[in-house]
Structures are given as C-alpha cells and as structure tokens.
C-alpha cells in the first residue's frame, strides 16, 4: 500500500527567503505525485502535479518540485516567497492501479513571516 | 462559473443523531469524493463514487454512509455520530474520466463538531 510522509509539520520562513517542502512516499508500484495547497478556511487547490515525462514540474505561484524516484521524493521549492503563501501544503500520491484515489501527507504549515 | 459546494459549513450536534452532510456539484462530474481532515493525518477517504449509483468504502468508512442518486450530489451521512467523528469534512470532484489525470476539485468544507 502506498503511503506518504510529510517531515515537516511545521516549516516558518521569512518573506523573500526560499522554501523547500519535503515528501517522502511509498508504493511498490508506479506513482502519481501532485501538491495541493489549502488557504486558512478554505478547501484544497492544486499546485502542481506529475504524471510522467520531465521530473521538473512547475505549477502556479511560482512554485515548483522535483520528482526523484531513486530517493522517493517529491519537494516543493519556491526561490522567493510572499506573505501570501502562508498555509497548509498537502503532498499526495495516486498509484497506477489507483484510477483517480489519492492518497495525502499530513501537511506542512508554511509560516511566511515579514 | 462551475462550483462544488457544501452545507452547512458548520454543524454541531449530540452523540447518537444522525447527520448529513450534503455536497453538490455543477461540473457535471461523475467522480465525487467525501474526505476527513484531522490534525497530523492529512485527508483521508471516506467513501467515493464514480457516477450514478456506485458508491464505494475508504480509508476510514466505518460509521458513514452515502448514496448516489443523481450527478451532482453525494449526501454523507453519519449513522450515530460519535465524538472521534468531530472533524473537518470536505467534498472532492472530479471528471469525466476515472485516471489519475483528472484533477480533484475540493468544496469549502463543512466543520463538525459532535458533543
């Protein structure tokens, strides 16, 4: 069974710094990674995600992650980050034979401070 | 424009009633999601449907329950609430196909609280 791990829950940073999110998964299997962000009191929005090809992907708002299957990674970096990114980061996974399940991390809360 | 909506956004109720927790969509999705959020545990599935009819169990399904009836609706129901059912529930969709390309669209939540 796939599973993914968040090592972060907590990540604080100061504005204009860069900021990386870790994601750890795994799965016997071929997977599928995506990132979703969720803003206070709101539901989740997608990032970004990687369903094959180039393992650099990149998604709105500036951010972007790597896929790297020998480490099972899956990091969301961001060069420079605003006020505005502050809130909770969900890495999640869909294996091949999983059609469109997802299942998610616990979450990094990204603390964006002036 | 399109949306995914859930009511109410927030509830409170007693231990042993009966809850639903509706979830409507006009994308005209045939794949709906019902997922719990918790501290430190991410989301986790509850139940699913992949159109009209088809319902399907989670992760964590015990305790809940949906039907579905048309395209646009997916009620969740909790049996008899019990105080570990207090969390934040939200609705997904997502469509037409069943692949992993198809993006989930997630509703605002409903935040319930069971005394």
């Known amino acids: 069974a796939q599973s993914v791990t968040q090592l972060d829950s907590q990540v604080p940073v100061f504005e204009e710094a860069p900021v990386e999110l870790r994601c750890n998964y795994s799965?016997?299997?071929?997977?599928?990674l995506f990132w979703y962000v969720q803003y206070p009191n709101q539901g989740l929005q997608l990032l970004l995600k990687?369903?094959?090809?180039?393992?650099l992907v990149k998604g709105i708002n500036g951010f972007e992650a790597e896929f790297n299957k020998s480490q099972t990674s899956f990091h969301l970096r961001k060069p420079s980050v605003h006020i505005s990114d502050t809130a909770e980061y969900f890495c999640?996974?869909?294996?091949?034979?999983?059609?469109?399940?997802?299942?998610f991390g616990g979450g990094t809360r990204l603390m964006v401070k002036p | 424009d399109a949306e995914i909506t859930q009511s109410p956004r927030h509830k409170i109720t007693e231990t042993g009633r009966q809850v639903t927790l509706a979830c409507h969509q006009t994308?005209?999705?045939?794949?709906m999601f019902w997922y719990r959020q918790d501290l430190g545990h991410g989301l986790r599935l509850i139940h699913y449907?992949?159109?009209?009819?088809?319902?399907n169990k989670g992760e964590v399904s015990d305790g809940y329950s949906v039907s579905r009836s048309n395209t646009e609706d997916l009620p969740l129901t909790l049996e008899s609430a019990a105080s570990s059912q207090t969390s934040v529930y939200f609705c997904?969709?997502?469509?037409?196909?069943?692949?992993?390309?198809?993006?989930?669209?997630f509703g605002p939540g409903t935040r319930l609280l069971v005394l």
């Open positions: 994308w005209n999705h045939n794949n």
């Open positions: 990687y369903l094959s090809g180039s393992t």
């Open positions: 799965s016997s299997v071929s997977v599928y």
């Open positions: 999640a996974v869909s294996e091949g034979n999983a059609g469109n399940m997802l299942t």
């Open positions: 997904a969709s997502s469509g037409p196909g069943t692949g992993v390309e198809e993006t989930q669209y």
């Open positions: 449907s992949y159109g009209v009819q088809d319902t």
